[in-house]
């Protein structure tokens, strides 16, 4: 469907934000703009892992809403989902605790976990035909 | 043959608020790329996506627990 394609797009864009946001900003500007985006580099990590996962969480929450979601991908979904916001909390406190490290972490982990509920929407996607 | 249209309807406003939401990640995806969004806005938009992000997780959960019970006490 057409409003899936567009959120697949939507959350490559979130998620290329938050992976690569550090070397374009860091390695890319000089001067005055160079140093408020190093100061705003948490933050704006932070935003495109909480896009990506938020477009991820809106498309299973759209599947079901829709009635297109049974029991045994319902626990499939309610667990990677589970995976997705502890990462989440991680990354939300080490921001709150100014921890550069634990935050970096958490965002590694974060893609792959996003990527993994994209990967059962589309297997939801096979299975009604859509 | 007969439509159902109450299912209808919800596949469509299921579409409707994924679509309208598509936008508004858009939207904050674009924010976090743009070097002139300063510090207070982006803290501002951070805490209100974090906010919807933790109820919708929760929401999320809720109706798929609902799904799973149902199909266990079905089985």
Redesign the interface.
């Given at each position: 469907?057409k409003?899936?394609t567009?959120?697949v797009a939507?959350?490559a864009?979130?998620l290329a934000?938050?992976a690569g946001?550090g070397s374009t900003?860091v390695g890319g500007?000089s001067g005055p703009?160079a140093i408020?985006?190093k100061?705003?580099l948490d933050?704006?990590?932070?935003?495109?892992l909480?896009?990506?996962?938020?477009?991820a969480?809106?498309?299973?929450?759209?599947?079901?809403?829709?009635?297109l979601?049974?029991?045994p991908l319902?626990?499939k979904?309610?667990d990677a989902?589970?995976k997705a916001?502890a990462v989440?909390v991680k990354a939300?406190t080490a921001y709150d605790a100014a921890n550069a490290a634990t935050l970096d972490a958490a965002l590694d982990e974060g893609a792959p976990l996003v990527a993994e509920i994209w990967k059962l929407v589309a297997e939801q996607e096979k299975t009604y035909g859509r | 043959m007969a439509v159902d249209l109450q299912?209808l309807l919800?596949?469509v406003?299921?579409?409707s608020?994924?679509?309208r939401?598509?936008m508004?990640?858009?939207g904050?995806?674009a924010?976090?790329?743009d070097?002139t969004?300063?510090?207070v806005e982006?803290?501002a938009?951070?805490m209100a996506?974090?906010e919807?992000?933790e109820q919708?997780?929760e929401?999320?959960?809720g109706?798929?627990?609902a799904?799973?019970a149902?199909?266990?006490s079905a089985d």
């Open positions: 469907m409003w899936r567009a959120f939507v959350a864009l979130a934000s938050c946001l900003i500007l703009a408020a985006n100061t705003t933050e704006r990590a932070l935003l495109g909480e896009a990506s996962y938020k477009a969480r809106l498309a299973m929450e759209g599947a079901v809403d829709a009635g979601v049974k029991r319902a626990v979904f309610r989902n589970k916001n989440l939300r | 299912k919800s596949v406003e299921a579409a608020h994924v679509f939401a598509a508004e990640v858009a904050d995806a924010m976090a790329a070097p969004v300063d510090q982006l803290k938009r951070l996506l974090r919807q992000n919708g997780f929401r999320l959960q109706k798929l627990e799904i799973i149902a199909g266990e």
